[in-house]
């Protein structure tokens, strides 16, 4: 299967969707904080960049979930800085310290022919929110090129609907963060107002363009929506919430992907409610409620190990 963007859209189509969505850099609303920050002039966003492209690595990697990673691993770029504020980050060094280098468009196309030519399965940005235009620049050129496996926006959830529509077609696999389901607690360690009510309608956008997360015959992903939750101590992710909202406004189908590794990274140890790793109570009370309201796939492992 071919994916959208060379079935759907022409180069033409993908440049006028790049010329948006670089047009909404001027006064930045590319995320939901709507910070207006004059990027195409240089000037820094909430995120800490401007319009320049900087990433930190890019090659196969087989640490991502089975779907993506399959036999030849997920083709990863890494994207500097980020658009929310973890206190726990566990990619602090990328996120926050913006550790990186910069570069152009036309070398990130090529770097993705690269992982392409190298048998990656896909392209996986990770944390694109903020270089959402210079990725799509970058996009065009590789289209024009050649490219033609599935792309995957791994981000933590905190989305622009507005953004997201601008991308249909594009993204092959979406692959959120859905991190609290309480404002104030997301406000508090990720520095992100009404993370929440953001969350919710941008998910629900991802799987209206692209569905439950559908795999071929040798379990390797080409389209969906794939959702990552990381467990937190002291309840304080609200994991209850979060899986009733996938499993009664998604989809029970829905992939998704519970996980138990989380660690006080950065700051956290400075926090007492995040100063400690997650009990095994803890996480599977929430792979338990998972299986209760009829979410079964992404952590069927981890759900035997339970019972």
Known sequence: MQPAYVERLSVRDLKERAAQLREMLRECVLCPRECRAKRLEGRYGVCRS???????????????????????????????SCNLKCLFCQNYDISHLRYGRQISPPQLA?????????????INFVTPTHMTAQILDAIVIAVDRGLSIPLVYNCGGYESVRTLKLLED?????????????????????????????????????????????????????????????????????????????????????????????????RAIHYPELSRTIKSKEYFEAIEYAQAVGLHRGFERRARAAN
């Open 50 to 80: 401007t319009d320049e492209l900087v990433i930190s690595s890019a090659g196969p990697h087989y640490g991502e979930e089975p779907p993506l990673v399959g036999r030849r691993g997920s083709g990863t770029v890494f994207l500097t």
């Open 110 to 122: 090529e770097i993705m022919l690269g992982l392409q030519r190298g048998g990656c399965h896909n």
């Open 170 to 266: 594009i993204v092959d696999i979406y692959m959120p963060d859905i991190k609290y389901s309480d404002n104030e607690i997301a406000r508090r360690y990720s520095g992100a107002p009404r993370y929440w009510d953001v969350v919710r309608p941008a998910v629900a956008e991802m799987h209206r363009q692209v569905g439950d997360l559908v795999v071929d015959d040798g379990g390797v992903a080409h389209r969906g929506l794939l959702i990552r939750h990381l467990v937190l101590p002291n309840r304080l992710a609200g994991s209850k919430t979060v899986l009733e909202f996938v499993a009664r406004h998604v989809s029970t189908d829905s992939y998704v992907n519970i996980m138990d590794q989380y660690r006080p990274a950065y």
